[in-house]
């Protein structure tokens, strides 16, 4: 039964208790009791990890009727064993990761089958039917930590190779954040506080017989071999980076700056600054290179194409984010106003949690290498907050890579479209399409034709907007400043589009409002 269900079922049975006591009725006492008590077990069950893809779909790896009895026999065993264990015991209801972190306070049972149910339920998200190479984060980090991948690869090997008996080889990452390729025996997880020396398992591959032996008999090495061609590394890459996340405070104050707050941008000075750095020291220019290309991969995978997929001879890159083409986002990884704006913004939530400042000024190559590492940690954990279309950061950062970017754009026209219908009228114009008048108007980007005469706007992104005591607060609006317009218009593509009269007060970098200028 899905978790909801099941809340809605209790929720069912705590009303049919009230009723009967409301209506006087006797209480049928035994069976509601048994009813709820079944629920509650039912709550803490742990659940069934579907399988990602057929049982066909790893032929180059597994065969059918492995994966058919791997999955459904041994895989299920375990956790109808573990679900039968635990509910024997008092105030279990906890998560499967949980159980097998704190495995020392379990049964030698409970501790088979959670690591059982746990190490599969890693395991089938894993694999792939889709052929994926090792890319990314986690490619960088094995050869910093291997020398090679072909290294890492031999030591995986090697190691799973020499487990003897039943269980698991793993590349976990420690607590001191290096990479490790590790056995454990049995159901062992590296997760458990019962392995010495263990970690956060990243990649794992099944050693027991029952995994291999129908297809490869005795030939456990060619089975090992063959796990290569099915390993899901976009999956490893996100528990790699999960990993990673997990440990940073991802608290309210990113919120504050990276997404709600304002773009410190970068001035020229600056700008000049980082050029003579890029310059001076490539490595920098390439470690911040590689770490935008895959965020970019990552966060905008739907517009991702690799080499030639887009078009013939169209280099890799995002495609179609903001109109048809080749985006503008591409030029960022090698675009000094956008490393200068990102080392500002990253810097404005370091200052705030109290963590050094990132700088290269004044510093010698390693030690700009170093701090290009920190700033590449920084964004990739905060990837999603940085490079999102409403955060201030990303918008600064676009509009740098090209003044007249399609993205603002976009908004931009999405907005006017909304205001024809806010003002009830066909006349509301974007300046600049007629071209050539925006730099005579300055900071006007619509206007609407009354009565009155033209009426001037500016159209801002945002977040979200407060109204409290009379005043509404407008947070997520890039470059916050005043402007000489009519009427000060937000919009989004999610929350559409609100028209103020433009008699705003600017509080802590976010426009202000009374609640009567408020037009829609
Ligand atoms: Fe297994």
Request: with cysteine; aromatic share 12%.
């Amino acid at each position: 039964m899905s978790f909801r269900k099941l809340k809605e079922r209790a929720k069912e049975l705590e009303e049919q208790i009230k009723n009967e006591v409301v209506d006087n009725k006797p209480i049928e006492e035994s069976t509601t009791e048994k009813s709820r008590k079944e629920i509650l077990l039912e709550m803490k069950k742990i659940g069934i990890d579907r399988l990602p893809y057929s049982y066909s779909a790893l032929e180059s790896f597994i065969d059918k009727e492995t994966m058919y009895v791997h999955y459904n026999k041994h895989y299920k065993g375990y956790v109808d064993k573990l679900n039968k264990a635990i509910q024997k015991r008092k105030g279990s209801d906890l998560d499967l990761e949980q159980i097998v972190k704190g495995i020392s306070r379990f049964n030698n049972n409970i501790r088979n089958n959670a690591g059982g149910a746990f190490n599969h339920a890693l395991f089938w998200k894993m694999l792939t039917p889709k052929s994926t190479r090792v890319y990314g984060p986690i490619l960088r980090k094995i050869k910093e930590d291997f020398g090679s991948y072909d290294n890492f690869k031999k030591e995986f090997e090697k190691k799973a190779k020499s487990k003897f008996g039943s269980g698991w080889v793993w590349l976990v990452i420690t607590n001191s954040d290096k990479l490790k390729i590790m056995t454990t025996s049995n159901q062992d997880n590296p997760l458990m506080n019962t392995i010495k020396f263990g970690g956060y398992p990243i990649l794992g591959l099944d050693l027991w017989e029952h995994a291999y032996y129908l297809k490869y008999r005795n030939k456990r090495d060619e089975y090992i071999e063959n796990f290569w061609k099915v390993i899901n590394w976009p999956f490893v890459n996100k528990l790699f980076l999960g990993r990673t996340k997990d440990k940073i405070n991802e608290g309210k104050f990113i919120k504050e700056v990276i997404n709600e707050g304002v773009s410190a941008g970068c001035n020229r000075k600056q700008v000049n600054t980082y050029r003579m750095i890029f310059n001076r020291n490539p490595q920098v220019k390439k470690k911040f290179m590689y770490a935008i290309m895959d965020i970019l991969k990552e966060v905008f995978s739907e517009y991702w194409f690799e080499k030639d997929e887009y078009k013939k001879g169209e280099m890799s890159g995002v495609y179609d984010f903001e109109q048809s083409g080749r985006s503008i986002i591409n030029k960022l990884n090698t675009n000094y106003t956008a490393f200068c704006t990102l080392v500002n913004d990253i810097n404005q939530y370091l200052k705030k949690v109290g963590i050094n400042p990132i700088n290269l000024v004044g510093l010698d190559n390693k030690q700009q290498l170093d701090e290009t590492d920190r700033l590449v940690r920084y964004m990739t954990e905060l990837r999603y907050r940085i490079f999102n279309t409403e955060s201030s950061t990303f918008q600064t950062v676009m509009s740098g890579l090209d003044r007249s970017n399609k993205f603002g754009d976009k908004r931009e026209l999405n907005a006017v479209i909304n205001l024809k219908k806010i003002f009830n009228t066909k006349e509301v114009f974007k300046v600049g399409e007629l071209g050539g008048v925006d730099d005579m108007l300055g900071g006007v980007d619509a206007y609407v034709v009354t009565p009155e005469g033209d009426k001037t706007m500016q159209i801002k992104p945002f977040n979200k907007i407060e109204e409290e005591d009379g005043k509404i607060t407008v947070y997520g609006s890039g470059n916050v400043k005043p402007y000489t317009v009519d009427y000060l218009v937000f919009h989004n593509d999610r929350d559409g589009t609100i028209v103020f009269n433009n008699n705003t007060e600017i509080i802590d970098g976010r426009y202000v409002f009374n609640s009567d200028d408020r037009i829609n």
